[in-house]
């Protein structure tokens, strides 16, 4: 395993579909796994939403943000 610190990027990756990561029964999946749902509403199909600015201009270009783990 071996270990990043991206804290001196201009743009971190960041990770969707958290809930692949865990067992369906983690206290989490569940909150994760809605809001992959939300995002699948045609943002995850784009391949260029890999990095934190990038997927913050694909949200303002369709009207919604991200409050904690909500699609609004």
């Avoid at 045609?42 to 009207?63: A, H």
Wanted: with cysteine.
């Amino acid at each position: 395993m071996e270990y990043r610190d991206f804290n001196h990027y201009k743009s971190c990756p960041i990770l969707h579909r958290k809930e692949t990561f865990l067992h369906s029964s983690h206290p989490r999946y569940e909150e994760f796994s809605a809001l992959s749902s939300a995002e699948e509403a045609g943002l995850l199909s784009r391949r260029d939403i890999g990095s934190k600015n990038r997927w913050e201009e694909v949200l303002q270009e369709k009207g919604l943000r991200i409050e904690g783990h909500v699609l609004l």
